[in-house]
């Protein structure tokens, strides 16, 4: 009975959260080790610079419903400037069902100095929440997301937000009222033309707008801005 309850509770959250958006061929070919970032597929994927030993690292918590992998062409273009980026691979690809997962990540890589954590859309959300209470956490990205509440407001982190002008899925209203909720000194980074699912690479999500500007040149403009 205790099995069937689970496996019913499982099949009603699948149903919840629907089919997840599957990783582009940018982001499969961005899988592959090259000769400046050493990649890993295991169950995270980790991106590891090649030629010298990284003392900062970055978690990206994925947005809802999107497959991690779809990920890869930004994390690896932030390996190649020096950190250690690990993309968390989400139960369900909803990041709320593991908000605590970048704790054993941090623990495993004892190496690494400095940590910032970033998350897109509600992966954000999660981020930012996960941030606050972590004193190994020194800075936060949002990628066209906003804190649920105002906790990071006065921690003394860093805080980047970084969204595109051409976004259909964030609403607008609450990322400007979100503002309240954030540090003075956060940076606010519009890049215009860009819209919500080029932060990573896995097509058109439901309700966007069209991007006028193209997928490489917003991942410029994400790494120049992320860290």
Not at 119 to 131: C, D, K, P
Request: include cysteine; charge should be negative; hydrophobic fraction near 35%.
């Amino acid at each position: 009975e205790i099995t069937t309850r689970l496996v019913g509770s499982e099949m009603c959250i699948r149903d919840r959260i629907g089919t997840s958006y599957k990783p582009g061929q940018l982001a499969l070919d961005s899988l592959v080790s090259d000769n400046k970032v050493e990649v890993t597929v295991d169950g995270n994927i980790t991106f590891t610079p090649k030629g010298k030993e990284a003392t900062k690292g970055f978690i990206l918590y994925p947005g809802a419903k999107v497959d991690a992998k779809a990920y890869a062409p930004l994390c690896k273009a932030i390996a190649e400037n020096g950190y250690e980026v690990i993309i968390l691979d989400m139960p369900l690809n909803f990041a709320m069902l593991a908000p605590n997962k970048a704790e054993k990540v941090i623990k495993e890589h004892d190496h690494i100095k400095s940590w910032v954590v970033g998350g897109h859309s509600l992966g954000g959300v999660v981020a930012s929440r996960f941030a606050a209470k972590n004193k190994n956490v020194d800075g936060v990205v949002l990628l066209a997301s906003y804190p649920s509440n105002d906790d990071l407001k006065q921690l003394g982190k860093e805080v980047v937000s970084i969204w595109g002008s051409k976004d259909g899925v964030i609403k607008f209203e609450n990322l400007i009222e979100s503002k309240d909720k954030l540090p003075e000194d956060t940076t606010y980074v519009e890049i215009e033309g860009a819209n919500h699912a080029q932060f990573g690479d896995y097509g058109k999500q439901k309700g966007d707008y069209d991007a006028s500007v193209s997928y490489t040149h917003l991942r410029a403009h994400e790494t120049r801005s992320n860290l």
